[in-house]
């Protein structure tokens, strides 16, 4: 699955996932230095259950690594994920 990279403004961006011109997922992040905020997740109903919301922080996590970032959880979803998957140790603030 493809995410894009938008920027929200005030120093906030997000990957998104698109169907049909419908935005269906997206993690969204607020840079505070180079840590990333990790502040929200959505996953569409009709997405849930496929891996799409790991598959989003996967592709936060390879951004944050291409740019020496380092990730802070706040939004549940990644909190729980930074505890359940070791994946994410490196880049953990």
């Not at 490196?90 to 603030?93: H, I, L, N, Q």
């Given at each position: 699955m493809d995410f894009e990279l938008k920027e929200l403004g005030n120093d906030a961006?997000?990957?998104v996932h698109e169907t049909d011109g419908k935005q269906d997922a997206e993690i969204t992040?607020?840079?505070m230095g180079?840590?990333?905020v990790m502040d929200h997740t959505f996953v569409d109903p009709s997405?849930?259950?496929g891996g799409v919301a790991k598959q989003l922080l996967d592709r936060a996590?390879?951004?944050a690594r291409e740019n020496?970032?380092?990730m802070e959880a706040v939004c549940s979803y990644v909190v729980t994920a930074f505890k359940r998957y070791p994946d994410y140790d490196?880049?953990?603030?």
């Open positions: 961006f997000a990957f992040w607020t840079m180079n840590v990333m997405l849930r259950g996590a390879e951004y020496n970032y380092k490196d880049v953990k603030a």
